[in-house]
């Protein structure tokens, strides 16, 4: 009996567990604690929190890769087993080298979720869904947002550099520069594709700095502004007729997909998804990538990336640089953006421009905008600036995938 207890102790996780392992619980525990307590971005840090707490669970496996076995089943094939097991399955089919799969192992549960970052389906399905919810009119009626949503992205070359410069490769400096960009999407389409050992990190980052933009932004914006340039009243947004909303994602998707190929996945998507919104007659598509689509794809991307992050690959040295230096990329986006306001509201003469709507160029949709907005209100309570930011906050979406299909087609 002493030996059967014994036995079933050692199964157990309690047997097994490690510090490494209850100090990613605790910061599991946190992540919720902020999710649910304080309601910071909790759609995303609920799903990534749990995730988080369930691969770190001593032996619950659910991030175990499976066993498989491939067996060569033509004669010529049995010479070529040693390079198809080094092969992806796709260059052996291409060459018609068939083969049998045997599973001995199946493998955990939220691995195969995992799939879907890996392979790059989720973030590209996460942006037609925020494409559907989004109202580019904002940028089409005031087109010099552009400019200020382009200059939030700055935060992403500028922590490139600095990553490079800390012995990061230009592929892991590429995944970390992204997180300035507050794209939860594009920083783990990059990170999956160039650096994928890191995504576990840059993905709570940059989920985390999106949750945290109504205190990070605000210092920032007090400090490079003055109290006349807060209070500055915007002229009214004209009129976007619905002939430009339609033509809009598809001028873009053809002009950016010809410059950037690589950014095609992530602009196409989401071109797509607001043509679907603007069209008037896919209201039922509309309606599914809206809701059903992006709150099924939003739980399973969550999980997935909460459960990459298991304690022997996240308690590195390196993981608090690519905090501290996520945490530059996105104020040094935000400092841009209200320093490119300044210039131009300068340059407008008597189209002024309110320099709070600049640090809305971070494509933290719509959280950014709401921020402008919040502080503009408590310096006076009359001014209305959220449709002006909408017009930056919407133009870093579209300028992050860009900056990420910059950073594919270079490295």
Not at 108 to 113: E, K, R, V
Not at 371 to 393: I, R, T
């Amino acid at each position: 009996m002493v030996t059967l207890l014994t036995n079933f102790w050692q199964t157990t996780g309690f047997a097994n567990m490690t510090w490494q392992e209850l100090v990613m619980l605790s910061v599991a525990g946190i992540l919720l604690y902020l999710a649910i307590g304080k309601s910071f971005e909790p759609l995303l840090l609920v799903p990534i929190a749990f995730g988080m707490l369930l691969t770190n669970l001593p032996m619950s496996g659910v991030m175990e890769i499976g066993d498989t076995v491939l067996r060569a089943i033509s004669p010529g094939a049995a010479g070529e087993t040693a390079r198809m097991l080094a092969e992806p399955t796709a260059e052996m089919l291409r060459e018609g080298i068939p083969v049998e799969y045997y599973t001995q192992s199946p493998g955990g549960l939220i691995n195969y979720f995992y799939r879907g970052n890996q392979l790059g389906i989720f973030p590209p399905l996460i942006f037609m869904g925020v494409g559907a919810m989004t109202d580019f009119g904002p940028l089409i009626a005031n087109p010099r947002s552009i400019f200020l949503g382009a200059a939030a992205q700055f935060g992403i070359f500028f922590t490139f550099t600095g990553a490079l410069l800390l012995g990061f490769t230009a592929q892991e400096a590429s995944a970390i520069g992204i997180i300035g960009g507050a794209d939860g999407p594009t920083a783990i389409l990059v990170t999956a594709m160039m650096a994928s050992h890191l995504l576990g990190p840059i993905a709570v980052a940059a989920y985390s700095y999106m949750a945290l933009v109504p205190i990070i932004q605000p210092p920032i914006m007090y400090a490079l502004t003055t109290k006349e340039e807060r209070v500055i009243k915007m002229k009214q947004l004209r009129t976007v007729s619905k002939k430009e909303k339609i033509l809009f994602p598809i001028l873009v998707t053809v002009a950016v997909s010809l410059l950037l190929p690589a950014a095609t996945p992530l602009v196409g998507m989401l071109m797509f998804g607001n043509l679907l919104k603007e069209s008037a007659v896919t209201d039922r598509l509309s309606k599914t990538a809206q809701n059903e689509l992006i709150n099924i794809v939003t739980i399973l991307l969550g999980i997935s990336v909460g459960a990459s992050a298991v304690a022997d690959q996240f308690l590195r040295f390196e993981t608090i640089q690519i905090i501290v230096l996520g945490v530059v990329a996105f104020a040094v986006g935000t400092a841009t953006g209200v320093l490119l306001a300044k210039v131009m509201n300068k340059a407008m003469g008597g189209n002024a421009i309110n320099p709070l709507i600049g640090s809305a160029g971070v494509s933290a949709v719509p959280m950014a905008a709401r921020v402008s907005q919040s502080v503009g209100q408590k310096e006076l309570p009359s001014n209305f600036l959220l449709m002006h930011a909408m017009g930056p906050n919407v133009a870093g979406v579209i300028g992050s995938a860009v900056a990420a299909g910059v950073l594919l087609s270079l490295f």
